[in-house]
């Protein structure tokens, strides 16, 4: 994969917490199997500096905040059941402002993998398959 915007490091981190937000085993494929980590990528590459800058910082945050939380560790090597009890604690914490930065970085994670195409195939949506019929319906009635 080629990152234009994040390092291999923050792509990393970022793939670590979606797989940890969206558990998608053993029914989905796994983060590293989709696009997961360069969609995010496209997008802080198309996200004005002042909110790359931010969310990177907040990507290193995420990554060592289980370090001053007393889980020993940075996130990426903990294991999936402790990533989940931390990313849990983090979302019940009592400053509001952190609980909706938890909200905001589980939404992109979300979003990044829920919009890969093979994701979306497997839960039943086809954007291919939609997006012919509505060109086949349009020919039909003669629209453009």
């Not at 558990?23 to 989905?28: E, F, I, S």
């Not at 590293?32 to 996200?47: H, K, L, P, V």
């Not at 800058?53 to 060592?64: P, Q, S």
């Not at 994670?109 to 195939?121: E, I």
Request: charged share 30%; net charge positive.
């Amino acid at each position: 994969m080629t990152l234009e915007t994040l390092t291999p490091r923050e792509a990393s981190i970022f793939a670590c917490l979606t797989d940890t937000v969206v558990a998608p085993r053993p029914l989905l494929p796994p983060v590293a199997e989709t696009d997961t980590a360069a969609f995010f990528d496209r997008w802080m590459g198309r996200s004005p500096q002042l909110n790359r800058t931010g969310f990177r910082a907040l990507l290193y945050v995420v990554e060592v905040a289980p370090l001053l939380m007393g889980f020993g560790r940075r996130m990426r090597k903990l294991d999936g059941a402790e990533r989940a009890r931390y990313l849990r604690s983090v979302e019940h914490a009592r400053n509001p402002q952190v609980r909706q930065l938890v909200k905001l970085i589980k939404g992109f994670a979300a979003l990044s993998y829920y919009g890969d195409d093979s994701v979306m195939r497997r839960l039943g949506y086809d954007a291919e398959a939609n997006l012919h019929r509505g060109r086949e319906l349009r020919a039909k009635e003669g629209r453009l």
